[in-house]
C-alpha cells in the first residue's frame, strides 16, 4: 500500500500562501482518487480536495476559489495550492487515497501530516 509524506506548512499570515506536497512511497498512475484532508483544533478531519485519474477535481465549498490541486504521476506527487489563507484554515494537512471523488476514503493509516498555522 502506498505511503504517503506530506510537507509544505508552516505559520502565515492571513491572506497569504502556502503550497503543500504529498509525495507518494510508490507509483501513483494506478491509484484513481488522491485527496487533500485537514484536522483543524479540537474537530474532526474532513476532506479539502480531491482529484482523480483523469485530473478531475472536488473541492469543499470552504476551499472553492482559493485553493488548486493537482498530480504529478511521473513524480508521485499531489500538490495543493492554497491562496487567500484564513485563521480558519489553520490544521494539520493529510493525504490519503479515495474510491472516487464521491466515494469513501479507500487508504490505510494516516501520515504525519503538515501543521498550516494562519494568524490573523
Known amino acids: 500500500q502506498v505511503q504517503f509524506v506530506e510537507s509544505g506548512g508552516g505559520l502565515v499570515q492571513a491572506g497569504g500562501s502556502l503550497r503543500l506536497s504529498c509525495a507518494a512511497s510508490?507509483?501513483?498512475?494506478?491509484?484513481?482518487?488522491i485527496g487533500w484532508y485537514r484536522q483543524p483544533p479540537g474537530k474532526q478531519r474532513e476532506l479539502v480536495a480531491a482529484?482523480?485519474?483523469?485530473?478531475?477535481?472536488r473541492y469543499a465549498d470552504s476551499a472553492k476559489g482559493r485553493f488548486t490541486i493537482s498530480r504529478d504521476n511521473a513524480k508521485n506527487t499531489v500538490t495543493l495550492q492554497m491562496n487567500s489563507l484564513k485563521p480558519e484554515d489553520t490544521a494539520v494537512y493529510y493525504c490519503?487515497?479515495?474510491?472516487?471523488?464521491?466515494?469513501?476514503?479507500?487508504?490505510?493509516?494516516w501520515g504525519q501530516g503538515t501543521q498550516v498555522t494562519v494568524s490573523s
Open positions: 490519503n487515497t479515495r474510491f472516487s471523488l464521491w466515494g469513501a476514503r479507500s487508504g490505510g493509516s
Open positions: 482529484i482523480n485519474s483523469g485530473d478531475n477535481t
Open positions: 510508490g507509483s501513483i498512475i494506478s491509484i484513481n482518487t
